[in-house]
């Protein structure tokens, strides 16, 4: 079974501080995927990073791949509370015949206005 | 609007009984997987089907089936329903059989009573 853990669990701070969510796993992935979900909604992608050591930008947001494709990382510049919801990293895995989606733990985050 | 959807959004039975909730996938994807969302398990992936074959299974329990139809709708049924069953129930839908950019309805959210 592959595990995804996301820390911190829960994160709440102030507007226009900066802030990192990371997800670890001790399995490859070909890629990682991030979702960003709302209440009574269901989770919307972000992004995908696809290489080992791969980093993406979304505005505030900067993805990150690990090098050996086994975590991410998720920081966001100078938060804001529309940035307010539950993040999850998702992986698919390496291996033929196991290409679905295995959802992180989730990090759920609040910025105070 | 994400492009798949789901009904009912919610519904509320009792124990013992049996529901189906429907998926109706993005026009043009051939993939469609269900995951159950509860508070204390996450987003966890019960079944994928592509282009009506079933492709991969998760914790799918067996009081619950699944199938894709020719038109690439799918339904969930679920029977003898028990209080655990309780949760968000969230189908996606993607064009690849590989876990590339899920898109994800809105959710049929379940209450067993």
């Known amino acids: 079974t592959q595990l995804l853990e996301q820390s911190p669990q829960f994160l709440s701070i102030q507007e226009g501080e900066n802030l990192t969510v990371y997800c670890n796993s001790s399995s490859v992935f070909s890629s990682l995927q991030w979702y960003r979900q709302e209440p009574g909604e269901g989770p919307v992608l972000l992004v995908t990073v696809v290489t080992g050591g791969e980093v993406k930008k979304l505005k505030r947001l900067t993805f990150q791949f690990g090098d050996a494709r086994k975590d991410s990382s998720l920081h966001i510049t100078a938060a804001q509370p529309g940035d307010t919801g539950l993040y999850l990293c998702?992986?698919?895995?390496?291996?033929?015949?196991?290409?679905?989606?295995?959802f992180g733990t989730g990090t759920r985050l609040t910025i105070i206005p | 609007d994400s492009g798949v959807t789901q009904t009912p959004k919610h519904l509320i039975t009792a124990t013992g009984q049996r529901v189906t909730l429907r998926c109706s996938p993005r026009s043009g994807d051939l993939s469609v997987y269900w995951y159950q969302q509860s508070l204390d398990q996450g987003l966890q992936f019960l079944i994928q089907y592509y282009n009506g074959e079933e492709r991969a299974k998760g914790n799918i329990l067996e009081r619950f089936s699944a199938q894709q139809f020719p038109d690439l709708h799918s339904e969930l049924n679920l029977s003898s329903l028990e209080l655990g069953d309780s949760a968000l129930y969230f189908c996606?839908?993607?064009?690849?059989?590989?876990?590339?950019?899920?898109?994800f309805g809105s959710g049929t959210r379940l209450t067993v009573v």
């Open positions: 998702a992986g698919v895995g390496a291996n033929f015949g196991n290409e679905k989606l295995t």
């Open positions: 996606a839908s993607s064009a690849r059989q590989r876990g590339y950019g899920y898109t």
